[in-house]
């Protein structure tokens, strides 16, 4: 069984900074992508999370244009942990942050994605 456990979120003021981590435990073979994603206060549960930033197993990224230069996600393959450090944080980055990855459970099989529970992020001005 695969699992997820975000933590490092927090209630912080506006301009300050936090690091969330992502830590993956189970029976897996290899973890591909690794991703963060956002959920905004008010929206519905199962609504469609937005995305944050994504990292490949060599450690290329991307990132939503809202996040570029404040946020930077990276990686520990072998921890199998994701990171994503924001700085100079909005009030409008307040979310539930949800990680994501891209999994495989054996050798040449195919990707499957597993996601966390999320971890609160409050931002006041």
């Known amino acids: 069984q695969v699992r997820l456990v975000e933590s490092g979120g927090s209630v912080v003021q506006a301009g300050e900074s936090l690091r969330l981590s992502c830590a993956v435990s189970g029976s897996i073979f290899s973890i591909n992508d690794m991703a963060w994603y956002r959920q905004a206060p008010g929206k519905q549960p199962g609504k469609q999370r937005d995305?944050?930033?994504?990292?490949?197993?060599?450690?290329?990224?991307n990132y939503a244009d809202s996040v570029k230069g404040r946020f930077t996600i990276s990686r520990d393959n072998a921890k199998n942990t994701v990171y994503l450090q924001m700085n100079s944080l909005k009030p409008e980055d307040a979310a539930v942050y949800y990680c994501?990855?891209?999994?495989?459970?054996?050798?040449?099989?195919?990707?499957?994605?597993?996601w966390g529970q999320g971890t609160q992020v409050t931002v006041s001005s």
């Open positions: 995305f944050v930033a994504v990292i490949a197993r060599g450690g290329s990224t």
């Open positions: 994501n990855v891209r999994a495989q459970l054996g050798l040449g099989w195919s990707d499957t994605l597993y």
